[in-house]
């Protein structure tokens, strides 16, 4: 009889579920949320200065390939700036909002959609921004008299250099996120 109160109590010290840390998930969640705000105004504030720097580098009605370049760095622009909104949520201000289940599954899509921004998007203005920058400097390196076959190999170097640029900072960012994200995801999936 003993032995059966003994199985049984060790039996419920095994089953003691870890307490919940909400103020910390409250704290973690507010932090990406201003993090994001900076984000978005930094990419506010960037997308006019890179057009009018371009436009001023660049004769922009002289030659359609800078006017291509810029519309194509514009649109990878506007791309990021658009998923960076869609990523957008609300400050929690206690952690009431989250007993509601509607609120949980909207914050954990957008969540998602932050790690989304930086795995897909990322990518998509990697491609505008590689693709305008060469085609800008399609008639720039005609000016310096260069051979097609001198002209394509900087082409190359220079797509090559701007690919691993971009593939080390996005590769950066994801590892941020799988450290700083992921976890509140998980966590708040646990939660539904």
């Given at each position: ?44 504030i ?9 436009a ?118 994801k ?12 966590f ?5």
């Amino acid at each position: 009889m003993e032995k059966d109160i003994t199985n049984w109590q060790n039996l419920w010290k095994v089953e003691k579920s870890t307490p919940l840390d909400i103020i910390k998930l409250v704290e973690n969640l507010n932090k990406i949320k201003k993090k994001g705000n900076l984000e978005r105004i930094i990419i506010l504030i960037t997308i006019p200065i890179t057009i009018v720097f371009l436009a001023i580098l660049l004769p922009l009605f002289s030659n359609t390939n800078y006017l291509i370049s810029i519309a194509l760095i514009s649109i990878g622009m506007l791309i990021i700036l658009i998923q960076s909104y869609r990523s957008k949520y609300n400050f929690i201000i206690n952690d009431a909002e989250l007993n509601n289940q509607t609120y949980i599954k909207n914050l954990i899509h957008k969540l998602k959609q932050r790690m989304l921004t930086t795995s897909r998007y990322m990518w998509i203005y990697a491609f505008f921004l590689i693709l305008g920058l060469n085609i800008g400097y399609i008639d720039i390196l005609q000016n310096f008299n260069a051979t097609l076959i001198v002209r394509i190999i900087i082409h190359i170097i220079f797509t090559g250099v701007m690919f691993y640029l971009m593939f080390y900072f996005i590769e950066k960012r994801k590892k941020e996120n799988n450290k700083e994200i992921l976890p509140l995801v998980d966590f708040l999936e646990n939660l539904n």
